[in-house]
Each structure stands twice: as structure tokens, then as C-alpha cells.
């Protein structure tokens, strides 16, 4: 296989989205080579519902692998240590949901059972969901460090400074096992100025064109304030780009010390006003850390012609016909919750103001940014 083949293998994702209330996350994970099969993707956890299952159509074919394809009239069954508890509702095509009253408890077994319209039937194995254990510290090192970058178009590398803080945490598992998941989400705050947005015409004059949202109007001879900004302040979320899992080789007892679990990295638009790490500690079952490790494993060897190979990804979905292929996941998991704030005052040197963009604060902020300022923020 000639290396070009093999990074165009690699690439090849199909998406699994992760699921804990009403938040989606994308992870992503290579197809073995195989014909088309159902993708099941889901959770269950102690926290309130609703809960969300994905079921698609992955195929070895050349469609857009960007574009699952959703299946649509499919029936699932939620039951708790064997007692069916509630029925998944299809809100959107290939989207099913729990009622938000259903909410999961550590100490029970779960599975699903799905239905589709051909009449095959699929079904989870059975999980107990296992206590999450708790974050008891979750601390900061600030680093700076020197990074070689060649720009293009210039006749040399340019030498530029890195400044970031190190998050660590140290835990407590609820068990001997210690198989844990750390999904870490960043919140900052940023400010643009679209109401100094403007139009060069092709005499070289300047025509002032602020955005509607930016609550000025260009009245032909000056800017004039109308209302209130819509669009100059937006919280963005910063999520991580591929899953951590515990490794048992840093367990020493029921515990883990000083496990690095995300980088924030300092710039004037992350320190505009102060940065938000919010960590969750998720247990899980041996079957879903391994498939978490995978995951990963792709994540961070892709691009590398010399990456050891990996397991197949196959997750804990079963169909009862043999013949009939599935991939994916539903996984259960207890979730324990720690928050830090870090604040300009907590950068051991001078953040340089916010830039200048002149254009809706969620174009520097997009996909993950909102005009509305969470209930959580501080």
C-alpha cells in the first residue's frame, strides 16, 4: 500500500456523537472495511434526561463520509436491569429521545433493544452504570514556550511565543478498576465591533456599512446608535478534539494524581474577559474504555505513516441476525463535575487587548458560540 493510499484510508471518519443531555459532541472513528451496516450511537447517564440515541447507515461506498445516512422509523426500547422504562421518540430524522423525567441511577444495568422498519432487531449489551468517583483538585501551571512557525511567503521561520496553562486534576475512583473518561469544556468571552464595519467602493471611498445587529445605522453622514447590540458579545465553548480515557499504569489505589487533562492557551480573545475549564469525570465499563481508547488511538495517529495498527472498533451493539452488520455504542455513565475560573490576574504577564473585528462577535466565535450569556457564567 503506497502512503498516499494509506492517509487516504485513514481519513476516511465516520461520526459518532456522544451524548450527555441535550449536548452533542463529535467523535469521530475510522469504518472497518465492510459493506453498508447501522450505526448506534448513545448514552445513558445519572444526570437528568432527556437522552439521545443516533441510529444512521455507514457504507463503504464514495458518499459524502461527512453525510451519515439517518434511519428513520426505527423503534427503541430503554430498559433498566431488565424492566423496559421508556420508548424513544424520533424528533428529527435518525434522532430519538427519552422522556426528560427518565434519568438514569449508578448500581442499575441498561440496554436498548431497536426495531427497524425491515423488522431486524439490534440490542446493547447490558451495562451497569458504575459510580463516576469524584474530582477532588483540579489545579493550573502556567507554561511559556518558544514555537518555530514559517509563514508562507516569507523568506524564512519566524519565532513566536506560546503562552498556555496546563490543566491537571487529581481523582478518586468509586472502584479498584479505574476505568474513567475526562471531557474538559472551555467558556470564554469575546467582544467585537460590528458597527464599524465597512465598504471600500471602487473610487477608494470608505462607506461606513455597520451589521443590523450592531444597533447603529449609517445615516449618509454619521453612525447613529438606534439600539442596543445583538451581536457584539458572544460566549464561545471550547471543546476537546478527541476523547481522553484513564490509563491504569498512573492508578495507585483508588486514585489518580496530577493528570494532565487539557491545554488553554493565552491570547486576547481567550483573556478578553477570563476563561471557564469546566472537567467531567464519566465512569464507564471495560468494553467502553477500550472503545474510547480506539478512538483516540485513530484520532491522535492520523497523518502518520508509521502509527502501530488498531484493534477494530465494533462497541457493544448485537445483531440478532449474524448476517446482519452493526457498529457503535450505548454506553452508561455516572458524571462527577468540577469548575476553575482563570482570570487575567492569573497570567504572569500582560494580555494585549482584544482585536479589533469588525464584523458579529459569532464569526470569530462560530461553530460553538452564542449571543446568549450562560446561566453558569460568573
Not at 440515541?53 to 464514495?62: C, E, F, G, T
Not at 473518561?181 to 465591533?193: A, C, I, N
Request: hydrophobic residues 35%; negative net charge; charged residues 20%.
Amino acid at each position: 500500500m503506497t502512503g498516499r493510499m494509506a492517509i487516504l484510508l485513514k481519513l476516511r471518519w465516520l461520526p459518532l456523537f456522544m451524548l450527555l443531555l441535550a449536548c452533542v459532541d463529535r467523535v469521530e472513528f475510522s469504518t472497518p472495511p465492510a459493506g453498508e451496516q447501522l450505526v448506534v450511537e448513545g448514552v445513558i447517564s445519572d444526570e437528568p434526561g432527556p437522552y439521545t440515541v443516533l441510529l444512521s447507515i455507514a457504507s463503504s461506498n464514495n458518499a459524502p463520509v461527512s453525510d451519515p445516512i439517518p434511519v428513520t422509523g426505527a423503534g427503541i426500547e430503554l430498559y433498566e436491569d431488565g424492566v423496559k422504562i421508556d420508548s424513544y421518540v424520533e424528533e428529527d430524522a435518525g434522532i430519538y429521545r427519552t422522556a426528560s423525567t427518565t434519568r438514569g441511577v449508578a448500581g442499575r444495568t441498561y440496554h436498548i433493544v431497536i426495531t427497524t422498519v425491515d423488522g431486524s432487531t439490534y440490542s446493547s449489551e447490558p451495562e451497569e452504570m458504575i459510580a463516576s468517583g469524584t474530582i477532588d483538585d483540579l489545579t493550573y501551571e502556567f507554561e511559556s514556550f518558544d514555537v518555530v512557525q514559517h509563514v508562507p511567503g516569507s523568506d524564512g521561520d519566524t519565532l513566536r511565543f506560546v503562552d498556555r496553562f496546563n490543566i491537571f486534576i487529581d481523582a478518586t475512583t468509586a472502584n479498584g478498576d479505574g476505568f474513567l473518561r475526562w471531557r474538559t469544556t472551555g467558556t470564554y468571552h469575546v467582544k467585537t465591533y460590528p458597527e464599524l464595519a465597512f465598504e471600500q467602493q471602487i473610487d477608494g471611498t470608505i462607506v461606513p456599512t455597520p451589521w443590523r445587529c450592531s444597533g447603529v445605522i449609517w445615516d449618509g453622514f454619521n453612525l447613529v446608535r438606534v439600539g442596543p447590540c445583538e451581536c457584539c458579545d458572544c460566549w464561545v465553548i471550547a471543546k476537546e478534539k478527541s476523547p481522553l480515557v484513564s490509563d491504569q499504569s498512573f492508578l495507585i489505589g483508588d486514585d489518580y494524581t496530577h493528570i494532565k487533562v487539557s491545554e488553554v492557551v493565552v491570547t486576547p480573545r481567550t483573556f478578553f474577559d477570563k476563561y471557564r475549564v469546566e472537567v467531567e469525570q464519566m465512569s464507564m465499563s471495560k468494553k467502553a474504555h477500550e472503545f474510547f481508547r480506539l478512538i483516540k488511538a485513530q484520532s491522535d495517529g492520523i497523518g502518520s505513516l508509521f502509527q502501530p495498527p488498531f484493534g477494530t472498533i465494533r462497541g457493544n451493539i448485537i445483531a440478532q441476525d449474524p448476517n446482519q452488520k452493526v457498529l457503535g455504542l450505548f454506553w452508561t455513565t455516572s458524571v462527577y463535575r468540577k469548575y476553575i475560573y482563570l482570570n487575567k490576574d492569573n497570567v504572569p504577564k500582560k494580555v494585549l487587548p482584544i482585536d479589533t473585528v469588525k464584523d458579529r462577535c459569532l464569526y470569530i466565535g462560530a461553530p460553538n458560540s452564542s449571543t446568549l450569556k450562560p446561566s453558569f457564567w460568573q
